[in-house]
């Protein structure tokens, strides 16, 4: 195992913020880190990357434990913070040297080290421009880079698209699925597409505890919506279609979602999310009724992610957690 988090535990004053999570991760795994605000999710990612110390519980990685080996750990581990924190007047270019100055790469790995962030990031045109000048979307993709640069077994990736515009998602995706075979990468979020686009596996926090760890096909198998069939119809025969799926053995209930002017959408609910498409289209047909779309629904992984974490003391929890996150690392400064 690259990461192994063993009881991990985080308390700041009466609040718990993590309780008790334990997972770990292989090389080759994306592994989705999911949770509302509050949850917990930047308070374990501290934690896992050294940067903040636990109340209880361990961190390994690559077999050493976080707390008696850190240098160790940090040589192994790529972190990518929340809000990616810069040096505004450093240049892109100037802070990959600097990051490859702590990280004492040698003449070779540094080279190579640059050469390939700053080409997978797209980072040419901004490289000798100050930081604190670029968009949002160029400072994340500079706050990657310097997490990718000494090419590390793990890395650890807090919200790594946030800012960045559909292509640059597109292309910083491209870029972990070509690393995935490589490494062990954590990527927390609250984009569920992204956990769709790019992680094999998906754990989910809620109020600190882990609630959920599976493939995200089989998250969304726990989906109302997994195997639901959905159908547009239009308005002359949309009384019979509701009618005609009422009938078939193995529906729930038929829902009249949404109507446009030329077509409603209804969608079929199967009992227990059983596969019932054949069934639907074979009555389709029996009753010659024509339909402009007919699909499959394979399941909706925000609906488990509200189910599991739904919770009004998720912001307060997020407040005071974050409070006290400011005060211990000021404490330390």
């Known amino acids: 195992m690259l990461l192994e988090i063993n009881s991990l535990t985080k308390r700041f004053g009466p609040i718990t913020a993590v309780d008790n999570v334990s997972f770990s991760v292989e090389r080759g795994e994306v592994l989705g880190f999911l949770g509302p605000n509050?949850?917990?999710?930047?308070?374990?990612?501290?934690m896992a990357t050294g940067y903040l110390s636990p109340t209880a519980g361990n961190v390994k990685v690559c077999g050493y434990d976080v707390r008696s080996h850190p240098i160790e750990v940090k040589?192994?581990?790529?972190?990518?913070?929340?809000?990616?924190?810069?040096?505004?007047?450093?240049?892109?270019?100037?802070?990959?040297?600097?990051?490859?100055?702590?990280r004492k790469l040698s003449r070779e790995e540094r080279k190579h080290g640059m050469e390939h962030a700053i080409e997978s990031l797209h980072l040419q045109r901004v490289l000798h421009?100050?930081?604190?000048t670029l968009s949002k979307g160029y400072k994340r993709r500079v706050g990657l880079a310097q997490a990718i640069i000494h090419e590390p077994d793990v890395l650890v990736l807090d919200e790594p698209t946030d800012g960045l515009d559909p292509n640059q998602k597109h292309e910083v995706r491209e870029?972990?699925?070509?690393?995935?075979?490589?490494?062990?990468?954590?990527?927390?979020?609250h984009i569920l597409e992204e956990v769709d686009a790019v992680c094999s596996r998906a754990i989910i926090i809620s109020q600190g505890k882990l609630v959920a760890d599976q493939k995200p096909s089989e998250l969304e198998m726990r989906s109302l919506y997994h195997n639901a069939v959905g159908i547009r119809v239009s308005y002359e025969n949309l009384e019979q279609c509701i009618r005609v799926m009422n009938q078939?053995?193995?529906?729930?209930?038929?829902?009249?979602i949404s109507q446009s002017s030329q077509l409603n959408h209804l969608i079929v609910f199967p009992i227990s999310g059983a596969d019932i498409l054949t069934k639907v289209s074979s009555a389709l047909d029996e009753n010659k009724l024509k339909v402009a779309e007919?699909?499959?629904?394979?399941?909706?992984?925000?609906?488990?992610?509200?189910?599991?974490?739904?919770?009004?003391?998720?912001?307060e929890l997020e407040n005071v957690s974050n409070s006290n996150v400011a005060k211990e690392v000021a404490g330390h400064a």
Not at 38 to 46: D, E, L, R
Not at 295 to 302: A, D, F, S
């Open 294 to 315: 007919i699909y499959l629904e394979k399941g909706r992984l925000e609906d488990v992610f509200r189910d599991l974490t739904l919770n009004e003391k998720g912001a």
């Open 75 to 102: 040589r192994r581990i790529g972190y990518l913070p929340e809000g990616a924190p810069l040096y505004g007047e450093m240049t892109p270019f100037s802070l990959l040297n600097f990051v490859s100055d702590i």
């Open 38 to 46: 509050g949850a917990g999710k930047s308070t374990t990612m501290k």
């Open 248 to 256: 078939i053995n193995g529906v729930r209930s038929v829902e009249h």
């Open 175 to 189: 870029l972990l699925e070509r690393m995935a075979s490589s490494k062990a990468i954590i990527i927390s979020t």
């Open 129 to 132: 421009q100050p930081i604190e």
